[in-house]
């Protein structure tokens, strides 16, 4: 447990007591989503738990469409699902959170979705087929009570969460470590590196595949994409309690899928 400011502790306390109520007002969610401390009973860097800023959460958001289903992985207390719902709440949303304090909270914040207090490596088999995929998963090392992805080997958490996701979902968007994304965007000079440039026209992100990534794509065929220009940086002060370098990344679950079929095909023949 971290040792909170006076100003962050009455802060924390001002959003507990507005947890006590039976229904929350918009602005109520917004100040819990900025003022509860995750870190006020519980040992954020074991877990690897800190929740997304809700002007990142915001930015995101724009990453998913409305009247569709999402499924928020690792979603805290819910500021990433708070956002994606959509305008006038019109996306149906599932949230998956394994610490039930983090959920209840959630439950608050985002009273239309549903919530399953589980790992997201034991999904109940009725959750069907969504839209996107959204999360801020836990990240690097992170123990995972010896659950893992369906794939995926490497030690990464968030790789392994989104390879979950990939089975589940036809698109996603999820926050990572910048080295784990493969390029870099967020906290660039002029909004991207010069080196990007290519007859006066340059993407603004430069890339850094790693042999994590070969493994990531052989393994699942997933590729890690920039999106539309979301620069992290501009909320790396606003997390709670630590201040680390993000990307957001997205996936094309289908393409994914696909890539996958050649290998799964020749399986089949070579058992036959």
């Known amino acids: 447990m971290a ?122 088999a009725d959750l069907g087929h969504f839209n996107f995929a959204i999360g801020n998963p836990p990240f690097g090392a992170t123990p995972r009570e010896k659950a893992a992805a369906p794939r995926y080997t490497g030690s990464e958490f968030e790789l392994h969460v989104i390879d979950v996701a990939s089975d589940l979902a036809d698109f996603g968007a999820f926050i990572v470590p910048q080295q784990t994304a493969g390029f870099r965007y967020s906290e660039s000079p002029a909004g991207g590196w010069p080196g990007t440039v290519r007859n006066g026209v340059g993407s603004g992100f430069e890339k850094r595949w790693t042999d994590t990534h070969d493994r990531l794509l052989a393994q699942t065929g997933i590729r890690l994409e920039p999106s539309c220009g979301i620069d992290t940086g501009l909320y790396r002060r606003d997390w709670h309690g630590v201040s680390v370098s993000t990307e957001v990344v997205t996936v094309d679950f289908i393409e994914a899928r696909q890539a996958r079929l050649p290998a799964q095909a020749s399986l089949f023949s070579d058992a036959a």
């Open 3 to 124: 040792k909170l400011t006076k100003a962050q502790a009455k802060a924390h306390q001002q959003a507990c007591d507005l947890l006590a109520k039976d229904v929350l007002s918009e602005d109520d969610k917004l100040f819990v989503l900025e003022h509860w401390q995750e870190s006020a009973k519980h040992i954020n860097t074991i877990a690897g738990a800190f929740f997304t800023p809700i002007g990142l959460a915001r930015d995101l958001a724009i990453e998913v469409n409305d009247n569709c289903r999402v499924i928020d992985l690792c979603a805290g207390i819910g500021a990433l699902a708070f956002f994606a719902s959509g305008t006038w709440k019109r996306n149906d949303m599932v949230c998956v959170e394994m610490n039930p304090e983090y959920a209840a909270v959630g439950m608050k914040i985002v009273p239309e979705a549903r919530w399953i207090v589980g790992s997201v490596f034991d999904l109940p």
